[in-house]
């Protein structure tokens, strides 16, 4: 409870998520302090947002200048700066709301009214459901009808967003396909309801209009994260992230118009090489994006986790896993990989193991074929996309079964100062998981096994 003064009546707090509420002396106003009741970490510092607000200002002028990604996407930048402020001064109660209502406006003002009034009156149906008075299993099978009614309702690639719900499909899609999982989840197993401001927070997320490949916020890391620390540190933290994220964008930009040749231009083994390797590096744009995403949620008080951690450099394909794209990882291993493991608990360990890992890759390949469908309007079932889940899913599988075998070893070789003979294998491991990765990327992005086939034979000249 914060300490009241004398002449200040006795303020009543409510509970918070995610943050720590600290007692407070003075009623603040603009002169940085807080508001009655409020937690600690919303404690306003005028001059410390103003070097956020300053950082970001000069980000979206770089952003403006190289002309980033869509204007869209530079819009609601330019949104979240200019909201920015208005968001920092509110009092705390009002900030999970005034966020919605952000989001809301950037939806509007990227995808016009139309398809935005469709995306919300869909999305508040979803979430009726989700949130009915009725046994889960009923919710969830509602929730299924109506995403089974929409999918018979997309149209293919050539007819995409020729009316008005097939617009809102793909959108809704990209909001509700993967997270309304987890939301699920969280419902089957929370001891109370999920407040409905919490809900639409997850859900409309301003940066994902714009970004339909978007990562697979956790529900409850992203509630627990909500003013987990100052919101000066986390708003620095998502600055850095959306700067490493423009660097990313910026790179993908360089590959893509300067080095990258065409598949048909490759004649030989240095032409075969930089194709094989320009064309793995797109993948920049990926992880640029979702490091731009998390960071703009940093600016509104949510902190989250990284998105990749440094995937170039992985030195095994379990490194590899781990590394890139986080929060898919994360969510295979808390509806897949898991549940498996536990199912199995009384096989022997390598068996299970095994089972969990190949589950794994078998429901990535299906959910990669999902999301194709639900953004692109084809399902992504192609003979390259299978090779390339399959062999990745047995070459992560031997990964797994040799580090469970030997783990011992791999702690006293963390702990100890690595000897010249150990950094010249561990980069040789790593330029090995690199090249790999890259001829293995060239096959799933190749439109069909013949060609991706010929594009080696003309590569190694045979």
Same mark, same amino acid.
């Given at each position: 409870?914060?300490?009241?003064?004398?002449?200040?009546?006795?303020?009543?707090?409510?509970?918070?998520?995610?943050?720590?509420?600290?007692?407070?002396?003075?009623?603040?106003?603009?002169?940085?302090?807080?508001?009655?009741?409020?937690?600690?970490?919303?404690?306003?510092?005028?001059?410390?947002?103003?070097?956020?607000?300053?950082?970001?200002?000069?980000?979206?002028?770089?952003?403006?200048?190289?002309?980033?990604?869509?204007?869209?996407?530079?819009?609601?930048?330019?949104?979240?700066?200019?909201?920015?402020?208005?968001?920092?001064?509110?009092?705390?109660?009002?900030?999970? %709301?005034?966020?919605?209502?952000?989001?809301?406006?950037?939806?509007?003002?990227?995808?016009?009214?139309?398809?935005?009034?469709?995306?919300?009156?869909?999305?508040?149906?979803?979430?009726?459901?989700?949130?009915?008075?009725?046994?889960?299993?009923?919710?969830?099978?509602?929730?299924?009808?109506?995403?089974?009614?929409?999918?018979?309702?997309?149209?293919?690639?050539?007819?995409?967003?020729?009316?008005?719900?097939?617009?809102?499909?793909?959108?809704?899609?990209?909001?509700?396909?993967?997270?309304?999982?987890?939301?699920?989840?969280?419902?089957?197993?929370?001891?109370?309801?999920?407040?409905?401001?919490?809900?639409?927070?997850?859900?409309?997320?301003?940066?994902?209009?714009?970004?339909?490949?978007?990562?697979?916020?956790?529900?409850?890391?992203?509630?627990?994260? =909500?003013?987990?620390?100052?919101?000066?540190?986390?708003?620095?933290?998502?600055?850095?992230?959306?700067?490493?994220?423009?660097?990313?964008?910026?790179?993908?930009?360089?590959?893509?118009?300067?080095?990258?040749?065409? %598949?048909?231009?490759?004649?030989?083994?240095?032409?075969?090489?930089?194709?094989?390797?320009?064309?793995?590096?797109?993948?920049?744009?990926?992880?640029?994006?979702?490091?731009?995403?998390?960071?703009?949620?940093?600016?509104?008080?949510?902190?989250?986790?990284?998105?990749?951690?440094? =995937?170039?450099?992985?030195?095994?394909?379990?490194?590899?896993?781990?590394?890139?794209?986080?929060?898919?990882?994360?969510?295979?291993?808390?509806?897949?990989?898991?549940?498996?493991?536990?199912?199995?608990?009384?096989?022997?360990?390598?068996?299970?193991?095994?089972?969990?890992?190949?589950?794994?890759?078998?429901?990535?390949?299906?959910?990669?074929?999902?999301?194709?469908?639900?953004?692109?309007?084809?399902?992504?079932?192609?003979?390259?996309?299978?090779?390339?889940?399959?062999?990745?899913?047995?070459?992560?599988?031997?990964?797994?079964?040799?580090?469970?075998?030997?783990?011992?070893?791999?702690?006293?070789?963390?702990?100890?100062?690595?000897?010249?003979?150990?950094?010249?294998?561990?980069?040789?491991?790593?330029?090995?998981?690199?090249?790999?990765?890259?001829?293995?990327?060239?096959?799933?992005?190749?439109?069909?096994?013949?060609?991706?086939?010929?594009?080696?034979?003309?590569?190694?000249?045979?």
């Amino acid at each position: 409870m914060p300490v009241a003064s004398k002449a200040a009546p006795r303020v009543r707090q409510r509970p918070v998520r995610g943050v720590i509420a600290r007692p407070v002396g003075a009623r603040p106003g603009r002169s940085g302090r807080l508001y009655a009741g409020e937690p600690e970490n919303c404690r306003r510092q005028p001059r410390e947002f103003a070097a956020i607000l300053v950082g970001l200002a000069i980000l979206l002028a770089v952003l403006d200048t190289y002309r980033v990604e869509t204007r869209a996407f530079r819009v609601v930048v330019l949104l979240a700066t200019a909201a920015m402020p208005i968001h920092y001064l509110a009092p705390f109660r009002w900030k999970k %709301p005034l966020f919605v209502a952000i989001s809301i406006v950037g939806l509007f003002l990227t995808l016009g009214p139309a398809v935005s009034a469709s995306v919300l009156g869909i999305g508040a149906l979803l979430l009726a459901m989700a949130a009915a008075p009725l046994p889960w299993v009923v919710r969830a099978g509602l929730i299924a009808a109506v995403a089974a009614g929409l999918a018979a309702m997309r149209p293919g690639p050539a007819a995409a967003g020729e009316a008005e719900t097939a617009g809102a499909i793909p959108v809704v899609a990209s909001l509700f396909m993967f997270r309304m999982v987890i939301y699920l989840y969280e419902l089957k197993h929370a001891r109370g309801r999920e407040p409905i401001v919490d809900a639409a927070s997850y859900f409309l997320l301003l940066p994902n209009f714009v970004f339909p490949h978007f990562p697979v916020v956790d529900y409850r890391t992203f509630q627990r994260g =909500y003013f987990a620390r100052g919101i000066h540190e986390i708003q620095r933290a998502g600055l850095a992230m959306m700067s490493r994220g423009t660097v990313h964008l910026l790179g993908y930009r360089v590959i893509d118009r300067l080095l990258l040749i065409t %598949p048909d231009a490759v004649d030989g083994p240095a032409a075969l090489a930089s194709f094989v390797v320009c064309n793995y590096l797109l993948y920049l744009r990926v992880s640029g994006q979702f490091h731009i995403a998390c960071g703009m949620l940093h600016l509104f008080g949510f902190q989250l986790p990284e998105t990749h951690h440094r =995937y170039l450099l992985a030195s095994s394909f379990t490194d590899y896993w781990r590394r890139i794209n986080i929060y898919w990882k994360d969510f295979m291993i808390r509806v897949v990989f898991n549940p498996v493991v536990f199912r199995l608990k009384r096989w022997p360990q390598p068996l299970a193991l095994a089972a969990a890992t190949a589950s794994v890759f078998v429901a990535t390949w299906l959910l990669h074929a999902y999301q194709s469908f639900w953004l692109r309007g084809a399902w992504g079932f192609g003979v390259p996309d299978a090779l390339f889940w399959g062999i990745l899913g047995v070459l992560v599988l031997i990964n797994v079964q040799l580090d469970a075998r030997r783990p011992a070893r791999r702690s006293r070789v963390d702990t100890a100062r690595p000897s010249a003979r150990a950094r010249v294998l561990g980069l040789l491991r790593v330029a090995a998981t690199f090249t790999t990765i890259a001829v293995l990327w060239s096959l799933w992005s190749s439109p069909s096994l013949e060609s991706w086939l010929d594009l080696l034979r003309r590569g190694l000249r045979l």
